[in-house]
């Protein structure tokens, strides 16, 4: 016969676990709802530049980008593989199915495709315009699978609001930032969410799932490499600290293999893929962990005295094989110059590298180093957050928090190297930050709860059974129901002892009570100190709601291409010389004309004007860039014979001087100087600088005075305001009044920040007539003014 507490406790614990699937199932949909409600700010937010400008691609990259995605949709996926543009890089040309990253192109002309399938009739500009903040929303929510399965729900939800907010990952993902960045970050996460799903789960579905992510990560950004090196770099420490276990390999050898061939299906990869040194450390990590594995599946079959012999045979075989392939890569790698890294890879080695030897990598402004204030800018309150959030993955740490805490420390070295990779740090400050809030929220609240008046009796209780949940793994409070079943249980417990303990007892009750390492840890804050440290924190959050907002807004939002200031009066004053020189390149010159300009604005001169270029932002052939620099350089004749021989018609200048644009070309023109001096040795830059000092006023030196920028840059300038003053520099100009003699002005923009100059034609000659003197040559030229002018002309 059933006792009557059996029968109330059944309909109890029946009643209490459909309690707890409701609620389980509406904090579920809760979730959902906050999950889309991300979506939407990380999507909104971003169309500040849409809203204060129009629709229109931003910075210089993108327009290359935009320019590749054109093609695809007008003459398919084949053609673009095939796809040889002579409009680049004149003479020598560019593959550009074999040197691009395709998933970002891929991606928006798939999107493109399927739109107007449903007939909705969108651009492909409007489609590459608000790709960026699409795939911004898709990331927050990467974001929170991730951080999900490192410390649960409500530190994920925290983290993707971080995300979709943070002004580093806005000022690459912005409506019209059609970059490489704006959806390789999601692959990124996504990727890392994955493989820590499979390191939780241990299912080859998600190793499958892993290794697709990460191909589409291959696709889409040459920063991969961070996620090939990365999981190496966890899979080692798991192995180092004894963390081993079969879900870690399912979790790594499946990406290692079905990866590599995937990544090596990439043209701009291919064989790369498994010859430079960027990937050698997966397959060291690889060979370890077959040799771990190996060591453990013998353990099991055999006996311990066994097990030392076949460990040793395992070891000696697999440190014989670690020294043969170690050797073959030392050879591999001794063969190459950089040693089988590329520039970039070594930059981030060491930070002096490029500066030393690559001067068109330290040329890039993004390559340079951040600034302390630069963190703040880009991560603001986060940057005090990650400490936090770091000690709370110590409690307790597992294989999926100490993941994270590997990817902050790389991505916090890292973003100290190049400002650009601000961009990699951004998500792990935000999963870090979103799990330090989270369990301050939960220790606040939970103190706040056990203290209130209503439920102040059942607090003692309530925190006792908590303890003890809590050294089960879990953080959650015991059901009321559940509090006298377990004091029963206990009760009967202490009834019957057994025996053999009775002494240990009995000594336990002599020695003084003192309470437990559990119980220590687990004390409640005071209520007045919890209520204000909530208080202090939702301020926190409104702070840097005010500061990603506003920096979505100023200090991200405006396109590069179309500038604006404020005038005294308040109002707005936009500068579009940009487009109005594109313009006129494009109505004014011939379809076959080729535009010389220094590489940062090839892409925008190939993608808006539709004419050839000598250089471009892809910066794969130095020898090229050198060449203009050079004859950027030079004295006029030289540079028009430079100029001359590469079939130049146009020259094109960016010029501040005159409305205070910092970023023209007399402030980059030491690079000029640096990188042509790198492959033509007359070019030095101490002829340059006066002192030591870069001077453009009456103190620069003569080469400085004469060189073909310098003409180019400040011709007619002193007829402005009279002076020549320079309001970039702050300074007048050393050299006012000069005329050009191989070249001529056609084209000037309106606030003078675009000048076009046309190479003016060389002179006939006249044949079987030797070098004249001089003053035989002036008496000729006034002849032939005189006389009849040249049909041909």
Same mark, same amino acid.
């Given at each position: 016969m059933a006792s009557p507490e059996s029968t109330i406790n059944g309909p109890t614990k029946a009643a209490g676990a459909d309690s707890k699937s409701l609620r389980n199932a509406f904090g579920g949909v809760i979730a959902f709802i906050i999950l889309v409600l991300i979506g939407?700010? +990380? $999507?909104?937010?971003?169309?500040?530049?849409?809203?204060?400008? @129009?629709?229109?691609?931003?910075?210089?990259?993108?327009?290359?980008?935009?320019?590749?995605t054109q093609f695809l949709s007008k003459n398919g996926i084949y053609d673009f593989w095939n796809w040889f543009d002579d409009r680049t890089w004149y003479p020598l040309g560019r593959v550009i199915g074999g040197t691009v990253y395709p998933g970002l192109t891929l991606t928006a002309g798939t999107i493109w495709k399927v739109v107007n399938s449903l007939n909705i009739p969108l651009s492909v500009e409007t489609v590459c315009v608000f790709t960026a903040p699409i795939f911004? +929303? $898709?990331?927050?929510?990467?974001?929170?699978?991730?951080?999900? @399965?490192?410390?649960g729900p409500g530190a994920g939800l925290t983290a993707a609001a971080l995300l979709a907010m943070v002004p580093s990952y806005i000022s690459r993902s912005v409506a019209g930032s059609y970059d490489n960045e704006a959806v390789a970050i999601f692959a990124l996460v996504f990727t890392f969410y994955l493989y820590i799903k499979t390191l939780n789960t241990g299912s080859l579905f998600y190793a499958t799932l892993n290794a697709l992510a990460y191909f589409y990560m291959v696709c889409s950004w040459g920063g991969y490499t961070f996620i090939i090196n990365l999981i190496p770099m966890h899979v080692l420490l798991c192995i180092v600290t004894g963390r081993y276990s079969s879900r870690l390999y399912i979790a790594y050898a499946p990406l290692v293999v079905l990866g590599t061939l995937l990544a090596a299906l990439v043209p701009v990869v291919g064989f790369n893929a498994v010859l430079t040194s960027e990937h050698f450390a997966s397959f060291l990590v690889f060979i370890i962990i077959h040799v771990v594995a190996?060591?453990?599946?013998?353990?099991?079959?055999?006996?311990?005295?066994?097990?030392?012999?076949a460990v040793t045979l395992v070891v000696s075989v697999g440190l014989a094989v670690c020294c043969a392939v170690i050797a073959i890569l030392i050879a591999v790698v001794a063969s190459s110059p950089t040693k089988g890294w590329s520039g970039r890879s070594l930059t981030l080695l060491d930070p002096t590298y490029a500066s030393k030897y690559i001067p068109i990598i330290a040329s890039v402004s993004e390559h340079q180093p951040p600034t302390w204030p630069s963190y703040f800018m880009?991560?603001?309150?986060?940057?005090?957050?990650?400490?936090a959030g770091i000690i709370a993955c110590f409690m307790p740490l597992s294989d999926s928090s100490s993941f994270v805490i590997l990817y902050i420390v790389t991505s916090v070295y890292f973003s100290g190297v190049m400002v650009r990779l601000m961009l990699v740090l951004a998500p792990a400050a935000c999963i870090l930050s979103g799990i330090a809030l989270s369990e301050a929220f939960n220790v606040l609240t939970r103190?706040?709860?056990?203290?209130?008046?209503?439920?102040?009796?059942?607090?003692?209780?309530?925190?006792?059974?908590?303890?003890?949940?809590?050294?089960n793994g879990s953080s959650s409070v015991v059901a009321p129901s559940d509090v006298s079943k377990t004091e029963k249980t206990e009760e009967v417990a202490k009834e019957k002892p057994v025996k053999k303990n009775r002494k240990k007892e009995k000594e336990n009750v002599e020695k003084k009570p003192t309470p437990s390492k559990t119980e220590r840890r687990l004390l409640v804050l005071p209520l007045e100190a919890s209520v204000i440290a909530v208080l202090l924190l939702v301020l926190l959050g409104a702070f840097y709601v005010v500061h990603c907002v506003w920096a979505a807004a100023e200090a991200y939002s405006a396109p590069s291409i179309v500038l604006t200031s404020q005038s005294n009066d308040g109002g707005l004053h936009v500068f579009d010389d940009f487009r109005e020189a594109y313009s006129w390149l494009s109505h004014n010159t011939d379809v076959d004309d080729k535009v010389a300009s220094w590489w940062d604005y090839g892409y925008q001169t190939t993608a808006m004007a539709n004419r050839t270029v000598l250089v471009d932002n892809n910066t794969w052939n130095n020898t090229h860039i050198a060449t203009v620099g050079t004859a950027m350089s030079s004295p006029e004749k030289q540079a028009w014979e430079i100029f001359h021989s590469l079939d130049v018609k146009y020259v094109l200048v960016v010029f501040g001087g005159l409305v205070g644009y910092p970023s023209d070309d007399i402030n980059k023109f030491l690079w000029m100087v640096r990188i042509g001096g790198g492959e033509f040795p007359h070019i030095k830059e101490p002829d340059y600088l006066r002192d030591g000092q870069y001077r453009i006023d009456a103190q620069a030196t003569p080469t400085m005075l004469?060189?073909?920028?310098?003409?180019?840059?400040?011709?007619?300038?002193?007829?402005?305001?009279?002076?020549?003053?320079?309001?970039?520099?702050?300074?007048?100009?050393?050299?006012?009044?000069f005329k050009l003699t191989h070249f001529e002005e056609v084209f000037t923009t309106h606030h003078w920040m675009v000048r076009i100059y046309k190479l003016k034609p060389p002179r006939n000659r006249i044949r079987g007539k030797t070098k004249k003197s001089k003053s035989s040559r002036s008496v000729s030229s006034k002849r032939d003014v005189k006389g009849k002018r040249n049909p041909w002309h």
């Open positions: 939407v700010l +990380a $999507f909104s937010i971003r169309l500040f530049s849409v809203i204060k400008y @129009e629709s229109v691609i931003h910075e210089f990259d993108p327009y290359f980008n935009y320019r590749v911004s +929303a $898709f990331a927050s929510w990467a974001a929170y699978l991730l951080t999900k @399965e490192v410390k190996l060591a453990y599946y013998i353990k099991g079959i055999l006996s311990p005295k066994m097990f030392k012999v880009d991560i603001n309150v986060l940057a005090f957050l990650v400490p103190s706040i709860k056990f203290q209130l008046p209503g439920i102040a009796g059942n607090s003692t209780v309530a925190v006792r059974m908590w303890c003890i949940s809590e050294e004469n060189c073909l920028m310098y003409k180019l840059s400040y011709f007619r300038f002193v007829e402005t305001d009279g002076k020549g003053f320079d309001r970039v520099r702050r300074t007048e100009i050393g050299k006012k009044h």
